[in-house]
C-alpha cells in the first residue's frame, strides 16, 4: 500500500495577517496621545499681575529659571539645585554674553528663594535678568 504525504495537504499562507500589528499601532499612539501633554508641561506657577509685553528674543539667548511657592528651583523644566543652578548660568553667560536670564517666580512664594536667585545673578556678573510677570489682560 502507498502511503501518501501530509505535505500535500498543507496549505501555504501567502498573506500577513495584519489584525494584531493595527491592534498594536492603535494602543501605540493612544499612549502617545495622553502622555505628550503630561511631558511638555512645565512647573505651575502662579505670576504676579503687572507689567507688559516686551520684545521677541532669540530663544538661545534666553535662559529661564522658575522659582516653586515651596522653594524648588527650576532651570528651562528641570529641577535644579541652587548651587547647580549658579553654575549653569555662569557657564551660560559666559559662553554668550548675551544671555538673559528670565525669573519666574510663584507669587505665593517667599522672597528669599527669589532673592537668592537675584544674588547670585548679580555676584557673577550677570547683569541682564528679568523678572517675570503676568501681563494685564487686555479686553
Known amino acids: 500500500m502507498r502511503r501518501f504525504s501530509q505535505r500535500s495537504h ?3 499562507l501567502s498573506e500577513i495577517n495584519i489584525t494584531p500589528l493595527l491592534d498594536l499601532a492603535f494602543v501605540l499612539l493612544i499612549i502617545f496621545i495622553i502622555t505628550t501633554p503630561l511631558i511638555e508641561q512645565s512647573i505651575s506657577l502662579k505670576l504676579p499681575g503687572g507689567g507688559r509685553p516686551d520684545k521677541p528674543l532669540p530663544k538661545s539667548d534666553v535662559r529661564t529659571v522658575e522659582i516653586s511657592a515651596t522653594g524648588f528651583y527650576y532651570l528651562d523644566r528641570k529641577r535644579i539645585s541652587l548651587e547647580d543652578l549658579e553654575r549653569s548660568l ?8 548675551n544671555t538673559v536670564v528670565f525669573i519666574r517666580a510663584d507669587e505665593n512664594g517667599f522672597n528669599k528663594y527669589l532673592y537668592a536667585v537675584i544674588d547670585r545673578c548679580q555676584r557673577n556678573g550677570i547683569t541682564r535678568f528679568s523678572l517675570r510677570t503676568e501681563p494685564p489682560k487686555t479686553q
Open 90 to 97: 555662569v557657564s551660560a553667560n559666559r559662553a554668550n554674553p
Open 10 to 12: 498543507l496549505v501555504t
